[in-house]
């Protein structure tokens, strides 16, 4: 099973970005998006249900950014708009064996395989 996340950058603030998660060898119950921006503890982002596309959001990037998947091609997307500079992070990617509910989507500890990360830096 590999992650692999892709779409960081570089960008001005106020532009988007769009991350990708391909997941090879078989289809997840949730997947999800965290960030660890230099010198903080790794937070979540933003997850997403594979059955039903319901999803989670942090307040920190509700009505910014969209996750959503793509079943053909067993990927994810981030849509990262209105990009801050406080959104500079590594992002990373996981995927959890299970179907969680949606308030416990934000868990770290519930995801079982984890991306090799993409780092994405907004400049001001």
């Known amino acids: 099973v590999q992650l692999q996340a892709s779409g960081g950058g570089l960008v001005q603030a106020g532009g988007s970005l769009r991350l990708s998660c391909a997941a090879s060898?078989?289809?997840?119950?949730?997947y999800g998006w965290f960030r660890q921006a230099p010198g903080k503890e790794r937070e979540f982002v933003a997850a997403?249900?594979?059955?039903?596309?319901?999803?989670k959001y942090a307040d920190s990037v509700k009505g910014r950014f969209t996750i959503s998947r793509d079943s053909a091609k067993n990927t994810v997307h981030l849509q990262m708009n209105s990009l801050s500079t406080e959104d500079t992070a590594v992002y990373y990617c996981?995927?959890?064996?299970?179907?969680?509910?949606?308030?416990?989507?934000?868990?770290?500890?519930?995801?079982?395989?984890w991306g090799q990360g993409t780092l994405v830096t907004v400049s001001s």
């Open positions: 996981a995927a959890g064996s299970r179907t969680w509910i949606v308030g416990a989507m934000g868990q770290q500890n519930l995801y079982d395989y």
């Open positions: 060898g078989r289809t997840f119950g949730t």
């Open positions: 997403i249900r594979w059955n039903d596309r319901h999803t």
